[in-house]
């Protein structure tokens, strides 16, 4: 079965600064990777996705993640944090076939002035 | 595109009720639906995974009689917490996801979630 551990349970970091948040999964083969991100009382909007291909993907909101097969690693990343982007987000993977999403325990972003 | 839109966002009522939850994909089809409970500053939790027209797979622990779940079309899934008590009480996450039995390479969409409080 696979699983994903998001190391860090909160990071604060400052706005305008750079932002990498961690993501490790365990999982037999290559699994499909997902970040996304959850406001407070709010859903999860998807920011971006690995399937194959290109280990660097692009998202919205100027997120990117590269994947890091040696490292069994999805790391999220941003050049310069807005303070709009305080949230929690969440790693994810899906193994294949219809599975469902397994969820890492996420990661409180908090941002300061 | 992919919107999720799930019905109510908040609901209050007294411990015996029972609730329905509506969750609809607006602009695509869901052949896979997925309800999720988060408690307060914790990860999803998965309920159960429904497939259009069969029905629910449920987690193990998650009973069957007390959250019903119907998937009876390809655009709309309900979830029903039936005599709810206090402990029901949370924030309830639907997901769909379209493709078919390989849908594996298809994101989930996720709804805003619903607020239950059961007094």
């Known amino acids: 079965a696979q699983s994903v551990t998001q190391p860090d349970i909160h990071i604060t970091v400052s706005e305008g600064a750079s932002l990498e948040l961690r993501c490790n999964y365990s999982y037999g083969a290559t699994p499909y990777l997902f970040w996304y991100v959850q406001s407070p009382g709010q859903g999860l909007q998807l920011l971006l996705k690995?399937?194959?291909?290109?280990?660097l993907v692009q998202g919205i909101k100027g997120f990117e993640a590269e994947f890091k097969r040696s490292q069994s690693s999805f790391n999220l990343r941003k050049p310069s944090v807005h303070w709009s982007d305080a949230a929690e987000y969440f790693c994810a993977c899906q193994g294949a076939g219809n599975t469902p999403l397994v969820f890492g325990k996420g990661t409180r972003l908090s941002v300061i002035a | 595109g992919a919107v999720v839109s799930q019905h109510p966002s908040r609901v209050i009522c007294k411990s015996g009720t029972s609730v329905k939850i509506e969750c609809r994909s607006l602009?695509?089809?869901?052949?896979?639906m997925f309800w999720y409970r988060q408690f307060p500053k914790q990860s999803l939790m998965l309920m159960a995974t429904s497939n259009e027209g069969s029905k629910a797979t449920y987690e193990q622990g998650v009973e069957k009689d007390k959250f019903l779940i119907n998937h009876a079309s390809l655009t709309l899934s309900t979830l029903t917490v039936t005599s709810a008590h206090p402990e029901d009480s949370s924030f309830y996450i639907c997901?769909?996801?379209?493709?078919?039995?390989?849908?594996?390479?298809?994101?989930?969409?996720f709804g805003d979630g619903t607020r239950l409080s059961i007094l």
């Open positions: 997901s769909a996801r379209s493709g078919g039995p390989r849908g594996g390479n298809q994101p989930q969409h």
């Open positions: 690995y399937f194959s291909g290109d280990t």
């Open positions: 602009d695509f089809q869901a052949t896979t």
